[in-house]
């Protein structure tokens, strides 16, 4: 899964979203870019909310990765 932040979005708003995360056992990949922030979900993502994820202060889109077959 990636977390992609809005360009406006504050630390505050990063840290509590990798603390969401992490309180849940995920393991996150930060990416920083000049506009943007990604952020990658690292482990079974099936149980996370994407539209409670895209509720959350300063996340742009939420993009989950298909499971090969």
């Not at 630390?11 to 000049?34: P, V, W």
């Amino acid at each position: 899964m990636l977390i992609i932040m809005k360009k406006s979005a504050d630390e505050t708003a990063l840290d509590h979203i990798k603390e969401y995360l992490i309180m849940r056992d995920f393991d996150i990949h930060q990416s920083t870019g000049a506009n943007r922030t990604i952020i990658g979900v690292i482990g079974d993502t099936d149980t996370l909310d994407t539209r409670e994820l895209e509720k959350m202060p300063g996340i742009l889109q939420v993009i989950r990765i298909a499971k090969e077959e």
